[in-house]
Nanobody, 123 residues
Framework: QVQLVESGGGLVQAGGSLRLSCAASGSIFSIHAMGWYRQTPGKQRELVAIIPSGGNPNYADAVKGRLTISRDNAKNTVSLQMNSLRPEDTAVYYC?????????????????WGQGTQVTVSS
């Protein structure tokens, strides 16, 4: 019903920058909060940043001052600008959105996830 697709991951040296993007599509009525999470093998998926529709973002302590989340409500997209990257930022990054959608004439609300994009920071 709803699909999220991430892009922008890749290889970068420590201190470098990347910009991740996520586009939502489907029978969307509205998108509430959107966020970025990350996961490495053997660890739980953790919140990186989240931004409500009103635009006041929140960040994990580990990324404050280095990563910036933004969204374009008209295009149903969310981005993550990643600066001053460190090797410990290496992970698969996932886009998340809480979406109200239409199915058979009824409205439903749920959380959806993208497939993930790999970010690798070399030292």
């Amino acid at each position: 019903q709803v699909q999220l697709v991430e892009s922008g991951g890749g290889l970068v040296q420590a201190g470098g920058s990347l910009r991740l993007s996520c586009a939502a599509s489907g029978s969307i009525f509205s998108i509430h909060a959107m966020g970025w999470y990350r996961q490495t093998p053997g660890k739980q998926r953790e919140l990186v940043a989240i931004i409500p529709s009103g635009g006041n973002p929140n960040y994990a302590d580990a990324v404050k001052g280095r990563l910036t989340i933004s969204r374009d409500n008209a295009k149903n997209t969310v981005s993550l600008q990643m600066n001053s990257l460190r090797p410990e930022d290496t992970a698969v990054y996932y886009c998340n959105a809480r979406v109200t959608y239409n199915r058979h004439g009824y409205e439903y609300t749920g959380d959806y996830w993208g497939q993930g994009t790999q970010v690798t920071v070399s030292s």
